[in-house]
């Protein structure tokens, strides 16, 4: 009989890898990268976020992944999140969870869903938490990796005073040419034993970038750096660049295109992987 048992499950386990593998080779990949602002206005200065808590989801509608990426926003409301996925028919539809404490310190959540085919999307107009109705609903984060990130949040203000958060944005080109080769670009922050990374991302098409996060030292302000990671010159390299203390707080925009081929900046080999779709395609593909 244990032989019978185990001749079954034998059979169970190779029908269940023989079902993913026929699934992966039909699964449509896609990818999706949604940037944007989510504030609650501070009543003093109604276009400034009032450090409420506001952390954003990205989700697809079809609810097999309960969450594919996530971020606090940054200091003044902007976030970045993206993700990839399969499906076995057509390209998944990406939905923002945007959960906050803006309304009488109510925890709530408003979904937002993304109709657009675009591998980029960027939410034209600001959303004001405060004034924003549809589809909202109050949320007592039941579910357990939720009610954990509210532990860490509540955690977290409880050291708010040493926080602090900028944005970076830019260009990068390999001699005034658009990087053929994905160029990954990390926000960073010098520590001592280890650099804290803020934020990541890959650089579009076109080689701009968008980066935002927070980060705390016992002592002193932090210190954010840019590390970018592109391969212009044939073999992977490493560059750093960084960031003015006085940004902090801020928005950094690099005044000129980054030139990843040329020799201004400090550079080291560095072996790096992006993790990335095997393609990225529209719905009606």
């Known amino acids: 009989m244990r032989q019978l048992y185990f001749i079954l499950g034998l059979l169970l386990l190779c029908g269940q890898y023989l079902v993913q ?67 076995l028919y057509k390209s998944w539809e990406p939905e923002l969870h945007i959960y906050h404490t803006c309304k009488q310190n109510q925890r709530r959540m408003l979904k937002l869903p993304i109709n657009s085919d675009d591998a980029e999307y960027k939410i034209s107009q600001a959303i004001n938490l405060r004034s924003y109705f549809t589809t909202e609903e109050q949320k007592q984060f039941d579910n357990r990796p939720a009610l954990l990130v509210w532990i860490f949040v509540f955690i977290s203000l409880a050291n708010a005073d040493d926080t602090e958060c900028l944005t970076v944005s830019g260009k990068v080109e390999c001699d005034g040419e658009a990087p053929l080769e994905p160029v990954l670009l990390r926000l960073k922050d010098e520590d001592i034993g280890y650099d804290e990374i803020m934020d990541e991302g890959i650089a579009s098409g076109a080689g701009e970038f968008y980066l935002g996060g927070c980060a705390s030292d016992l002592i002193t302000s932090i210190d954010p750096y840019v590390s970018i990671y592109h391969r212009c010159k044939g073999t992977s390299k490493r560059i750093v660049i960084p960031i003015d203390q006085q940004y902090i707080g801020r928005n950094y925009s690099f005044p000129d295109v980054i030139n990843l081929k040329s020799t201004e900046y400090e550079e080291e080999d560095h072996v790096f992987h992006i993790p990335k779709c095997d393609q990225i395609e529209s719905p009606g593909q």
């Open 21 to 87: 593998s026929i699934n992966a080779d039909r699964a449509r990949s896609s990818c999706r990268l949604v940037r944007g602002r989510a504030y609650c206005p501070d009543p003093n200065n109604p276009d400034k976020h009032d450090g409420s808590v506001v952390i954003v989801q990205l989700k697809s509608k079809d609810g097999y992944v309960n969450r594919i990426d996530e971020t606090f926003v940054s200091k003044n409301g902007y976030f970045s999140v993206s993700g990839c996925q399969r499906d």
